[in-house]
């Protein structure tokens, strides 16, 4: 496999700074900067920083859709932030409505 090629399993969708979903748990908001079915990545500004393997539980909350409940495992926490693997998958069309949303909003991000 060539070193440039995508290597995970699902599909992310990046997030421009002005439209980022946030991430609450533990009293803190936190800025979602990109997400899978199965994961997300989110930035640490204040608080105490995660650790690998660590269970978080919190809600996501999309600009435009219904939070959504989520657990996850920490697997890696390096420069203020840190990729979660989820317990359960984000629902598709959640997705599948998010990436059509910066695809037309967004063209040269997407």
Same mark, same amino acid.
């Given at each position: 496999?060539? %070193?440039?090629? @995508?290597?995970?399993?699902?599909?992310?969708?990046?997030? %421009? /700074?002005?439209?980022?979903?946030? /991430?609450?748990?533990?009293?803190?908001n936190h800025a979602v900067?990109?997400?899978?079915?199965?994961? /997300?990545?989110?930035?640490?500004?204040?608080?105490?920083?995660?650790?690998?393997?660590?269970?978080?539980? +919190?809600?996501l909350r999309f600009r435009?859709?219904?939070?959504?409940?989520? @657990? +996850?495992?920490?697997?890696?926490?390096?420069?203020?932030?840190?990729?979660?693997?989820?317990?359960? @998958?984000?629902?598709?069309?959640?997705? /599948?409505? @998010?990436?059509?949303?910066?695809?037309?909003?967004?063209?040269?991000?997407?």
């Amino acid at each position: 496999m060539p %070193p440039h090629q @995508e290597q995970r399993q699902h599909h992310r969708i990046r997030y %421009p /700074l002005s439209e980022r979903p946030r /991430l609450h748990y533990a009293d803190r908001n936190h800025a979602v900067l990109d997400i899978s079915a199965r994961g /997300l990545r989110y930035t640490i500004v204040d608080g105490p920083l995660p650790e690998p393997h660590d269970l978080i539980q +919190g809600v996501l909350r999309f600009r435009r859709h219904a939070p959504i409940n989520i @657990e +996850g495992t920490v697997v890696r926490v390096q420069n203020s932030e840190a990729a979660l693997y989820l317990h359960q @998958e984000i629902p598709f069309a959640a997705l /599948l409505a @998010e990436q059509r949303y910066l695809h037309q909003h967004y063209p040269m991000w997407s």
